[in-house]
């Protein structure tokens, strides 16, 4: 058996985020010590890891919940099913990609334009760009 503290050093997270993921319904103590202490047995060390594997990959908690129903339950699952949700996911992320993109493009220009100088803001051209109603900045 683990405490809080032991789980998080192991897997380098707050035990805060252990907390939560357990008010979140996505770990549950094996049992509490005498003390009050949470106490961890190795199935809910192997969940926490598969938490913090799912959630590096670009998981969100909700997306964690679906996948770890399906991995309590695996005969009743398919694996088109955690394809689909992983492929869900890879959309997602690539339009944020497309989106983090026009931001560079943007904010590139924004400052090349700029001189970038000791002078007044008074003409600073990404100030001037972004008051422009018509939106052509």
Known sequence: MYKIGHIAKQLNVSTDTLRYYERQGLLQASVRSPAGYRLYDDSALEQMRFIVRAKAVGFSLRDIQELLTIKIDKHN???????????????????????????????????????????????????????DVDGSA
């Open 77 to 131: 699952h398919s694996c088109e099913e955690v394809k689909s949700l992983t492929l869900q996911k890879l959309t997602q992320t690539r339009q944020r990609i497309e989106e983090l993109l026009k931001f560079e493009r943007s904010l590139s220009v924004l400052a090349e334009r700029c001189c970038g100088g000791e002078e007044s803001a008074d003409d600073c051209s990404i100030l001037t760009a972004l008051e």
